[in-house]
């Protein structure tokens, strides 16, 4: 197992305002230690994620205290450098494929965007005279050394975008929107300068500017490196028909009936497809396959979850930090904590968006070839 040692980081408990200054950070078989205590030990990791700004940060999220702001009620420290290469490290250390746990970066603020889809014009009129409204009240307060940046930082919320890089797609979250977009669902993916620009299959076109410039090439190569992958296996296609997708969403029932039937068909005895079983690793196989449908990686998740041993459940935990799908993720995170009646929930939901989804991009398309 990898270990890793670096002197004077800045570390940031993420349950008080503060930072930690010159830590000496080590990750080794029992955990994350910070000056020379074990801080978070390896068994209590629950997630890692990275943020891209000036300097790379390193976020280790554990099962102690609330308020992580991944709405895990977990608590962590998050490791700032200066050198990327050290952050990869960290990432290593921690048994985490850098080029798969999902990463974040700031988009330039914009009233005139939500999520992906510009607004129409008179949404934007509208959130253009909200924020010129709440600045003008806030404006007696912003004077005030008590007050003004704190309610400065509540106004630039209003306005600011981040952009999640996942295994399985992108992320975007504002004030007033959580979207998700797979990669298989973008056509092409190309830069100008600073700007991305994404093609999706349903023929609109979305443009975003970082607001850090400098980690743009990083960003830019990330994406359509992603994008191309998704292409070349067909959107996934070849994985929705094989005979252990098939056999997935073929469970039928009511909720707390498919999640029972599910793990039925990937319990572990040894079974065959012709025994109506699932061999584990072809259920890992799909899970970890970032372009395999939503649906289909849930319902291999559930099918694996009856028996996880404690090497399988931080195999679960890696799929879930490569995975930025909101309803996706919430469902991976459910079956960590053994809810079966909020599983059973969650896989509902995730099926029903994918058939949302299916309904708008077959009208979508019959708009187009009318058009």
């Not at 002197?7 to 930690?20: A, M, N, Q």
């Not at 990275?50 to 308020?67: D, M, N, Q, S, W």
């Not at 400065?152 to 992320?171: H, K, P, Q, S």
């Amino acid at each position: 197992m990898a270990v890793f040692l670096r002197e004077s980081v800045k570390v940031t408990p993420h349950d008080v305002s503060r930072h930690l200054d010159l830590q000496a950070v080590r990750v080794d078989e029992a955990g994350l230690w910070l000056a020379g205590q074990l801080a978070l030990p390896r068994a209590e990791i629950t997630a890692t994620s990275v943020e891209l700004a000036e300097r790379t940060t390193v976020r280790v999220h554990g099962k102690r205290g609330k308020g992580s702001g991944l709405g895990r009620g977990d608590s962590g420290f998050s490791c700032t450098f200066t050198d990327p290469k050290a952050a990869r490290d960290m990432l290593v250390a921690l048994g985490r494929d850098p080029e798969r746990v999902a990463a974040m970066v700031n988009l330039e603020p914009s009233l005139l965007t939500m999520g992906f889809h510009p607004l129409p014009l008179w949404k934007a009129l509208a959130s253009v005279v909200i924020a010129m409204v709440a600045m003008v009240v806030l404006l007696p307060f912003l004077g005030r050394a008590s007050t003004g940046f704190h309610s400065f930082g509540r106004l630039g919320r209003f306005v600011n975008r981040t952009l999640e890089l996942g295994a399985d797609g992108l992320r975007i979250q504002t004030i007033g929107a959580d979207a998700f977009v797979a990669y298989r669902a973008i056509a092409k993916a190309f830069a100008q300068g600073d700007v991305l620009h994404l093609l999706l299959r349903d023929g609109r076109e979305c443009t975003f500017s970082l607001s850090t410039p400098a980690r743009a090439p990083e960003v830019i190569a990330r994406v359509t490196q992603s994008v191309a992958a998704a292409s070349a296996v067909d959107d996934g296609a070849a994985a929705l028909e094989s005979e252990g997708a098939t056999m997935l969403r073929e469970v039928t029932g009511d909720k707390g009936a498919k999640v029972a039937a599910l793990r039925e068909l990937g319990a572990d005895n040894g079974g065959t497809y012709r025994e109506g079983r699932l061999p584990r690793e072809r259920l890992w196989e799909l899970l970890e396959d970032p372009h395999v449908d939503g649906v289909t990686r849930t319902r291999a998740a559930v099918a694996l979850s009856g028996a996880l041993e404690p090497g399988e459940r931080r195999r679960m935990r890696i799929a879930t930090d490569a995975t930025v799908s909101p309803k996706v993720r919430i469902a991976l995170d459910t079956i960590e904590g053994e809810d079966d009646k909020r599983l059973g929930e969650q896989l509902a939901a995730i099926e029903m968006e994918e058939e949302s989804a299916d309904t708008d991009a077959r009208a979508h398309a019959g708009r187009l070839a009318a058009d």
